[in-house]
């Protein structure tokens, strides 16, 4: 299986010429190479994980892929057709088997209200947490992506996060609101913590793959 990251929080996964995609939002430039696309999981609601555009382009080139999301995603792309998934579900499509869990978004502030937010464990290999800090319970997790800047994130909570999780390797990702200098310094706090458990930071860049 291949992992290509994209800007901000996007994935592409590729397995037997198949491919998935995880959160293509408003910070990830349009998406337009989609052909033999079979599924699409968007973990919440926010326009930095989806956008109609973007779902759109995806399905005009591959108008049978499936879209997964939890209740809120459901409700707000009321216009597609999105298949609701909860913690503790697993879903078999083409070569991926998808596993969720969390339920709930990262708390912003007391006066926004938390919305539904699902991670998303790929082939037993990728663990992708959305919008929160969800940790994956009963699962050795290979490549962990670790939201590494965000309105509702402080380094210190990504380090943790990491330190609990323990992953064999992991990278960052929801790195768009950051500047240079601060990708920089969170992803060597984030290699930092990666280490502790023995695992090894991959710091890639948007564009860049990595075989699984």
């Known amino acids: 299986m291949r992992l290509t990251k994209f800007e901000h929080a996007a994935l592409l996964l590729e397995l037997s010429g198949k491919k998935l ?27 930095d994980h989806w956008t109609p555009d973007q779902l759109n382009r995806i399905l005009e080139q591959s108008p049978d892929a499936v879209l997964y999301g939890p209740e809120g995603v459901a409700a707000a792309a009321s216009d597609f057709p999105v298949v609701t998934v909860a913690p503790g579900e697993t879903v078999e499509i083409g070569p991926f088997t998808l596993r969720f869990f969390g339920g709930r978004h990262a708390v912003i502030h007391s006066s926004i209200p938390v919305i539904d937010n699902v991670g998303v464990l790929v082939n037993e290999v990728l663990y992708y947490p959305g919008d929160s800090f969800a940790v994956p319970e009963g699962v050795e997790v290979d490549l962990l992506a670790v939201p590494a800047g965000a309105p509702w994130l402080k380094i210190g909570e990504a380090i943790d996060y990491v330190l609990e999780v323990k992953p064999q390797r992991a990278f960052g990702t929801h790195e768009m609101v950051l500047s240079v200098a601060g990708k920089n310094m969170a992803a060597d706090r984030l290699a930092w913590a990666t280490a502790q458990g023995g695992g090894e930071y991959v710091n890639l860049q948007p564009g860049d793959s990595l075989d699984l």
């Open 21 to 47: 995609f995880v959160d293509p939002g408003s910070f990830t430039t349009p998406i337009t190479d989609a052909a033999n696309t079979v599924a699409v999981v968007i973990t919440h609601e926010h326009a």
